[in-house]
């Protein structure tokens, strides 16, 4: 939407194509500067080269802030996804489901970063019950004793 007011601003012909048309490449990593890039190119090459470079730097300069600010918080939000699993969740989606891959792969991914994490911690959490365990006879807690003596008296 904002690339797509910088169009019109810019005199490109059909900016709101052009901003749909942006706005489904930036679901794609890389998209979104492919496509204001591109508009930027055209507009230099048609006889205005102040607008395409106004055009360019403003897309620059917004598409680094929504990069740092907006995506972190609606894609990777708690669960903090990195780029990688992020693009091939995208890519993978896109590959099996089409269009609705774009939005079901990468929640797959965050899914699965999740469940590996959790599973991770889970891990480290047993070791450190089983470390912090005294070993030898002299440091068995007093219920297992207890226990203990008490099958001795029942077994006779």
């Not at 204001?36 to 598409?63: H, K, N, Q, R």
């Not at 903090?80 to 969740?89: A, D, R, S």
């Not at 774009?102 to 070791?127: K, S, T």
């Amino acid at each position: 939407l904002v690339l797509g007011v910088a169009y019109w601003l810019a005199g490109v012909p059909s900016p709101v194509t052009l901003g749909a048309l942006t706005g489904m490449m930036a679901l794609i990593p890389g998209g979104a500067p492919l496509s204001f890039t591109l508009v930027s190119i055209y507009l230099a090459a048609s006889g205005s080269p102040m607008a395409g470079l106004a055009l360019f730097i403003w897309g620059a300069v917004e598409l680094f802030i929504v990069d740092k600010t907006l995506r972190p918080k609606l894609v990777g939000g708690p669960i903090k996804l990195p780029f990688l699993p992020t693009f091939f969740g995208l890519i993978g989606g896109v590959k099996t489901m089409g269009f609705l891959g774009l939005f079901i792969g990468p929640v797959l991914m965050a899914l699965l970063v999740a469940i590996w994490r959790e599973w991770l911690r889970e891990v480290e959490l047993a070791d450190e019950s089983v470390s912090e365990v005294p070993a030898g006879p002299e440091s068995v807690p007093p219920q297992i004793e207890i226990v203990a003596t008490a099958k001795k008296i029942q077994a006779g």
